[in-house]
């Protein structure tokens, strides 16, 4: 599926006049960047020496002799000494509130000891107290042996504090009694729809609740102020910047729309940001709504600086994970014959969800990572395609972390994108991936070229707080296809790699046209919008583990700084 081109009106315009001036009539440019190689995404001119900024756009890509004519005495010029420039980074798949948790509770992201987890747990309800409830979490098991935690361990370091705690994929849940109690979970709770409650054989609850089961206490979370909250996210929207982060395809709830929309407005948002809601399967006319509303408010903002905030689509749970064996496979787990995971959405209630979704004009996003999950996904897009008009954008499946051969086709004939995690991919290698799926399934398992050669349009991001937000991570993932320790040597299942310049479009142009953007932003392009990342030195061609070495010097949105690193000293 090739990329659309939707060229904006006043960047052909502007690109016109670029060509047509001569030295004399044309006008310095604001900014200019040279004397390095810049990734411009753009197929017909892959790279570059050079760029000129003018009023917020790119009015030259070329090379470093002709970028000369532009400057003058009040032109800002970066000299790279040989640095790399990329368009933009736009991460397909984020869920921004995420950081809320982390910052306001606990953060065991990496770490294998558990000892260390119980460190931490105990010493956050030191500081904040007794009663004060420990969120946070994103713990993993299997690094620390594979076994789920249980009540048992949290107890004891934690008898005054409440404590829910989600795991690495967001998916599972830990609780200590208090919280449980709190919650009224006990040996007599059912389990809700599309969830579970680990139990042992008196009944009671060990402490872990499978997906929405979660929800059973993450309900009882007392909020946080409008204040913190609102620190919180300028915490986030600085980090996504000083990562080279200019867009983002996030997701969460409707509430959450008016804060966007007010940091918008107050000019508190260095990101544009694509909303993917939560919970719209059952609020159509509240998406609209919502849709409408952000429009309305913010169409003075996005007239003057371009793509600010939209809400885009909605987002549909297809399954669970493979690493608590709740991703919906075809056929049984290879370390567990008796289990095959479950749908979390069954295939009626998706397809039926999507046809509404599409009535309402908004493309939909469906979570599925195991190869069932995958095919039902494509057969509910397939279902609703046959039930009335398809939405002007297109559709999409969120990680896909294993499918069946025979799926690979379908997205390219169904025009649905193929949105991938690359770290997921290298922090699964020799922990579960493998061992979950059997070596037969492990082949077609973050099959990223396969789906590529296929005819579908990728889509990459981190789906963070579940793995780094670092976009050169991922990439360095997507491309080496490597632990960040090392190994397996040339990659895991290698033939599934993708070239830099892929991957690369696939955080940049392809999240670009996935929202409609890609007429203003997306790839360097003379017209375009002079969104670009500074990195502080040259990517290693073909693609290796010194992708890891790289860091932002500066993120450009618009032609303004949304990041400048501090010289060093």
């Known amino acids: 599926m090739s990329l659309p081109r939707r060229a904006a009106l006043p960047a052909v315009l502007l690109a016109a006049a670029a060509a047509c001036a001569g030295p004399s009539e044309r006008e310095p440019a604001d900014l200019v960047v040279r004397g390095g190689v810049i990734h411009t995404v753009d197929a017909r001119n892959p790279t570059a020496e050079a760029l000129a900024v003018r009023d917020g756009r790119f009015v030259f890509v070329g090379d470093a002799r002709e970028a000369a004519r532009w400057i003058g005495e009040a032109t800002d010029v970066i000299d790279l000494d040989g640095r790399a420039v990329v368009p933009g980074l736009i991460d397909g798949h984020v869920h921004l509130e995420s950081g809320l948790s982390l910052i306001r509770g606990v953060d065991l992201t990496g770490i294998a000891d558990r000892d260390e987890w119980m460190r931490r747990i105990a010493a956050r309800a030191a500081e904040l107290g007794p009663g ?20 048992e361990e949290l107890d004891p370091v934690t008898p005054e504090n409440p404590v829910v705690l989600s795991d690495i994929d967001g998916h599972t ?48 979370v007392p909020p946080l102020s409008s204040d913190e909250e609102r620190e919180i996210m300028r915490q986030t929207f600085r980090a996504a910047a000083r ?56 169409a003075t903002v996005t007239a003057d600086r371009g793509p600010t905030f939209e809400v885009g689509y909605a987002k549909l749970m297809g399954d669970g994970v493979l690493s608590a064996r709740t991703a919906a496979l075809l056929t049984p787990y290879a370390d567990a014959p008796d289990q095959s995971g479950f749908m979390v959405t069954e295939f009626d209630d998706l397809a039926s969800a999507v046809t509404r979704i599409h009535e309402a004009g908004f493309p939909v996003a469906i979570h599925a990572i195991g190869d069932r999950a995958v095919r039902t996904s494509l057969d509910a897009f397939e279902h609703a395609a046959g039930r009335g008009p398809r939405p002007h954008l297109a559709d999409r499946i969120e990680h896909i972390e294993v499918l069946d051969p025979e799926d690979a086709p379908r997205f390219e004939e169904l025009g649905v994108l193929a949105s991938f995690n690359p770290h997921h991919c290298i922090t699964g290698i020799d922990v579960y991936n493998t061992d979950r799926l059997g070596d037969a399934r492990a082949a077609w398992s973050f099959a990223w070229e396969a789906v590529r050669e296929a005819g579908a349009t990728l889509v ?37 790699r993708v070239s830099w310049r892929e991957a690369l479009t696939a955080y940049t142009l392809a999240p670009a046209a996935a929202s409609g953007w890609d007429g203003e932003i997306g790839s360097i392009e003379v017209g375009k919008r002079a969104d670009f990342v500074v990195l502080s030195g040259a990517v290693p061609d073909p693609p290796d583990p010194s992708i890891l070495d790289l860091r932002v010097d500066s993120t450009w949105l618009g032609g303004t700084s949304t990041y400048r690193a501090e010289p060093e000293r």
């Open 173 to 220: 849940t830990w609780a200590n009694s208090l919280a449980l109690g709190i919650a009224g979970v006990d040996a007599t709770t059912p389990d809700p729809p599309g969830g579970r409650i680990l139990r042992y054989a008196s009944g009671d609850p060990t402490g872990i609740l499978l997906e929405t089961a979660g929800g059973l206490v993450q309900k009882h």
């Open 460 to 496: 990459f991001g981190s789906d963070w707080a579940t793995a780094p937000l670092d976009p050169l991570r991922q990439l360095y993932a997507a491309t080496v296809r490597e632990k960040p320790s090392g190994g397996p040597p040339g990659g895991w299942y290698p033939e599934q």
């Open 243 to 298: 990562l080279g982060l200019t867009g983002v395809h996030t997701m969460a709830g409707l509430d959450r729309i008016p804060a966007y929309v007010g940091f918008a407005e107050a000019g508190e948002l260095p990101l544009r940001v694509w909303y993917g809601a939560f919970g719209a399967e059952h609020q159509v006319d509240a998406l609209s709504a919502a849709r409408d509303g952000a429009r309305s408010a913010l």
């Open 132 to 151: 004060a409830w420990i969120v946070g979490g994103r713990w993993d098991h299997t690094l620390s042996g594979g076994s789920l935690p249980s009540v």
